[in-house]
Nanobody, 114 residues
Framework: EVKLVESGGGLVQPGGSTTLSCTGS????????MRWFRQAPGKEREFVAG????????DYATSVQGRFTISRDNANNMLYLQMNDLKPEDTATYYC???????YGQGTQVTVSS
């Protein structure tokens, strides 16, 4: 059974930083490109960042370019999202995803507020 579990997040002040983690199991993690999405209340889920299987190719939504960094540790089946200079508009539930599939985790909440 494919399983994705996100962790991290919480309440962060504007301008602050946090790192999200995602653990993948039930498939060969190192073979699959991965992505982060987010969904704010009342809005559709949107792409945030993506990486290829090795982590040496990444892409980002314009809104997070230069502030967020996606990375992965294939030895430990882990995907990360380093989030810096957070803004209130980054408040959302964040999900990891196996690219080209409908597999998502349960999500982790990030709230940016003073």
């Amino acid at each position: 059974e494919v399983k994705l579990v996100e962790s991290g997040g919480g309440l962060v002040q504007p301008g602050g930083s946090t790192t999200l983690s995602c653990t993948g199991s039930g498939y060969i993690f190192s073979n699959e490109p991965m992505r982060w999405f987010r969904q704010a209340p009342g809005k559709e889920r949107e792409f945030v960042a993506g990486t290829n299987w090795s982590g040496d190719e990444t892409d980002y939504a314009t809104s997070v370019q230069g502030r967020f960094t996606i990375s992965r540790d294939n030895a430990n089946n882990m995907l990360y999202l380093q989030m810096n200079d957070l803004k209130p508009e980054d408040t959302a539930t964040y999900y990891c995803n196996i690219r080209y599939t409908n597999y998502y985790g349960q999500g982790t909440q990030v709230t940016v507020s003073s």
